[in-house]
């Protein structure tokens, strides 16, 4: 089966082929993605500071028959050869979701062709699938830890289309305190990576940050309070003349640190309380060095096993809603939407559950 998948869920279109010959004969999942291409929006909200809604769904419109037709053509593959389509229903901006959606849906009314509607986080949550390794395959049941912009959640995932959010943060996400963070370092947005890198440079020099909830006996996070504990830093930085170079690596250095403590903490949890030896990062959040340096020293020396999406494919993009519309549409046609193209900007994960155990 040949998929199209169509991403538009924020300020990336991303398009792709997948093919799930590969998959279906037990080969690395990686290779039945045919091609794909994508345009960020970030510069074009850069001087806004974050995403504006309209214009992110006013160049979606504009990017989506070019990136179509570089997408077939890095495919080797015409419209006539899709045996389907996937585009994500949610969540995400409204306007944004409906470009992708309408489109899509005109697309498969006019080929004749079965659609779905992927959840966007499903899409990062099975990317980790797709290795260039078999062996390096997470099997079922595993523990995701999603870390975007937009979310921060701890889900159970016992196969495709069953899962059970364990925990999720009670106010920022963590990609969004690392671009609140970034704003008040006078990075660009978004700063995450940015962040990233500036931390490289500097060292952990008694700030002192908290961790928020690292020891809450539930697997929730929050993060709010740390980005306000920055702000504190860089206020008293400023007041006493000190705040240069050197002082926003470090403090950079300090805010990378704690929010990697706790996110890895709570994942050793996580796979401890639902005896899990496999876990799957993913999300723009997933690609951050640091964060990926301490979930593989603290799993490999307990004996789990951390899997990662290519990092290109951390970020927002088309490949994986291609990846998980073609699973589903193996999974089940009653997933079909034939046409009714609802979107669905807030949308639970677990509410997917189709109870396959
Ligand atoms: O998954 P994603 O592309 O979009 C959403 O679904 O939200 O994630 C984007 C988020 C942004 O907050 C961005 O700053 C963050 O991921 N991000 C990073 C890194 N790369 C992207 N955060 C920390 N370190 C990185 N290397
Ligand atoms: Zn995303």
């Known amino acids: 089966m040949i998929v199209l998948g169509i991403e538009t869920s924020c300020d990336e279109t991303g398009l792709a082929v997948y093919d799930t010959r590969s998959w279906e004969t037990g080969k690395p999942a990686?290779?039945?993605?045919?091609?794909?291409?994508?345009?960020?929006?970030i510069e074009m909200h850069q001087d806004y500071g974050g995403v504006v809604p309209?214009?992110?769904?006013?160049?979606?419109?504009?990017?989506?028959?070019?990136?179509?037709?570089?997408?077939?053509?890095?495919?080797?593959?015409t419209i006539d050869k899709l045996?389907?389509?996937?585009?994500?229903?949610?969540?995400?901006l409204a306007g944004a979701l409906l470009v992708g959606s309408a489109f899509a849906n005109a697309l498969a009314l006019a080929i004749q062709k079965p659609i779905v509607g992927i959840h966007h986080l499903e899409g990062h949550l099975l990317s980790p699938l797709l290795t260039d390794d078999s062996s390096e395959k997470p099997d079922f049941p595993f523990v995701a830890l999603l870390v975007s912009g937009g979310h921060t959640q701890l889900m159970y995932v016992k196969g495709i289309g069953n899962y059970q959010l364990l925990g999720e943060t009670v106010d920022d996400a963590a990609g969004e305190a690392f671009d609140k963070t970034a704003k008040l370092l006078g990075l660009d947005y978004p700063g995450g990576a940015a962040l990233s890198k500036l931390a490289e440079s500097g060292k952990n020099a008694g700030f002192d940050l908290p961790r928020p909830m690292l020891h809450s006996k539930d697997l929730d996070f929050s993060f709010s309070g740390l980005k306000?504990?920055?702000?504190?830093?860089?206020?008293?930085?400023?007041?006493?003349?000190?705040?240069?170079?050197?002082?926003?690596?470090?403090?950079?250095?300090?805010?990378?640190?704690?929010?990697?403590?706790?996110?890895?903490?709570?994942?050793?949890?996580?796979?401890?309380?639902?005896?899990?030896?496999?876990?799957?990062?993913?999300?723009?959040?997933?690609a951050n060095t640091q964060l990926r340096k301490k979930l593989t020293a603290m799993a490999t020396a307990r004996g789990y096993q951390?899997?990662?999406?290519?990092?290109?494919?951390?970020?927002?993009n088309g490949v994986m809603i291609?990846?998980?519309?073609?699973?589903?549409?193996?999974?089940?046609?009653?997933?079909?939407?034939?046409g009714a193209f609802d979107i669905k900007p807030r949308w639970d994960l677990s509410s997917l559950n189709t109870g396959n155990d």
Request: charged share 20%; with cysteine; net charge negative.
């Open 54 to 77: 309209e214009l992110a769904s006013r160049d979606h419109i504009r990017r989506l028959i070019p990136l179509l037709n570089k997408a077939l053509e890095a495919s080797s593959c």
């Open 306 to 316: 951390v899997h990662y999406p290519p990092i290109e494919l951390c970020t927002d």
């Open 83 to 92: 045996d389907g389509l996937a585009y994500t229903q949610g969540p995400g």
């Open 228 to 286: 306000t504990a920055v702000l504190h830093q860089v206020k008293k930085a400023q007041s006493n003349d000190c705040y240069n170079e050197s002082f926003r690596a470090n403090l950079a250095c300090a805010f990378v640190e704690a929010v990697t403590d706790v996110l890895s903490h709570k994942a050793m949890v996580a796979l401890e309380q639902m005896e899990c030896r496999d876990l799957v990062v993913a999300g723009g959040v997933g």
């Open 30 to 41: 990686f290779e039945g993605i045919l091609g794909a291409a994508l345009h960020s929006q």
């Open 322 to 338: 291609a990846f998980a519309g073609a699973l589903r549409l193996l999974q089940s046609s009653s997933l079909i939407t034939h």
